[in-house]
T-cell receptor
């Protein structure tokens, strides 16, 4: 099973709303990632968790708040977003930080901020 | 200079053609090389990965890495309309991943 599952698939939210994106993997991977992808652009790294601890934050605005409750789950809490935050949000996982390996992506959550 | 360079295309080929997709990179520390296929509005799907120079084949797909030239390629034989997608190359050192901009491919029936 090389599946990373993201929910919801689509999300429309207002600028004053609070919502959360969820990601789950059961491959035993200990590194998990959030990426943001705009149309016709490559994924941009937002956060990396390694062994459930935040190891990389790519200077992401505080309106995005990641959380890793356990080794299989990753959340991204959203609050007071802007229309320019509309994008495809991708979760990925890999074996563990520091080990050369491939990353597996989920299908993404398409977020629209109105 | 970007870490990874990839021609964005678009590339349009007839069904059955051999497709060649390429990326160059500048960081000699990259150890792991991947190709992802991404359909419109979907997440990237890992197609192939390799960590050594040379060729790796999987069905109609062949990944080629030339570390001395810092050049990687993906070949698709007998291309099908279902291969129409954006192809992203990616490279990693440790768990840091660096992506090309993606090449948009259309296979015409």
């Amino acid at each position: 099973d090389t599946e990373v599952t993201q929910t919801p698939k689509h999300l429309v939210m207002g600028m004053t709303n609070k919502k959360s994106l969820k990601c789950e993997q059961h491959m035993g991977h200990r590194a998990m990632y959030w990426y943001k992808q705009k149309a016709k652009k490559p994924p941009e790294l937002m956060f990396v968790y390694s062994y459930e601890k935040l190891s990389i934050n790519e200077s992401v605005p505080s309106r995005f708040s990641p959380e890793c409750p356990n080794s299989s789950l990753l959340n991204l809490h959203l609050h007071a977003l802007q229309p320019e935050d509309s994008a495809l949000y991708l979760c990925a996982s890999s074996h563990r930080q520091g080990l050369n390996t491939e990353a597996f992506f989920g299908q993404g959550t398409r977020l629209t901020v109105v | 200079q970007k870490e990874v360079e990839q021609d964005p295309g678009p590339l349009s080929v007839p069904e059955g053609a051999i497709v060649s997709l390429n990326c160059t990179y500048s960081n000699s520390a990259f150890q792991y090389f991947m190709w992802y296929r991404q359909y419109s509005r979907k997440g990237p799907e890992l197609l192939m990965y390799t960590y050594s120079s040379g060729n790796k084949e999987d069905g109609r797909f062949t990944a080629q890495v030339d570390k001395s030239s810092k050049y990687i390629s993906l070949f698709i034989r007998d291309s099908q309309p279902s291969d129409s997608a954006t192809y992203l190359c990616a490279m990693s050192v440790g768990n840091q991943f660096y992506f090309g901009t993606g090449t948009s491919l259309t296979v015409i029936p």
